[in-house]
């Protein structure tokens, strides 16, 4: 599994996981949060590998979709930047540097 694709969708799982079903967030969790193996989340729900397999690959393609709608992860990655970037540009200054650390609180950053 490449890790890119890895990252990807724990972010993902992390911003829309309340809009899958108990089923999907378990699979989407154990396979790549948990990196258990197609085979071991088959055995743990007694179900088939391919039941498994189809379940993960719909619910990758739901939170692509999600994303593509709602922009929710592509936005705090954009945010991040910006915060990251101002909180460098003006260290100097503690009221705004206070305000940035505010924001940048909101998203969960630390």
């Known amino acids: 599994m490449e890790i890119e694709k890895t990252n990807r969708m724990n972010a993902l799982f992390e911003f829309y996981a309340a809009l899958l079903t108990d089923k999907q967030m378990n699979y989407i969790e154990l396979y790549y949060a948990d990196d258990y193996s197609l085979a071991e989340i088959a055995e743990e729900f007694q179900v088939s590998r391919q039941a498994v397999y189809d379940n993960i690959k719909r ?3 739901l939170l692509e979709d999600y994303e593509m709608k709602l ?3 592509s936005d705090y990655v954009v945010r991040s930047q910006i915060l990251d ?3 460098e540009a003006y260290s100097d200054d503690e009221a705004l540097k206070e ?3 505010i924001l940048s ?3 969960n950053r630390d």
């Open 59 to 61: 619910t990758e393609k």
């Open 71 to 73: 922009h929710m992860y």
């Open 85 to 87: 970037e101002l909180l």
């Open 99 to 101: 305000k940035l650390l």
């Open 105 to 107: 609180s909101i998203d």
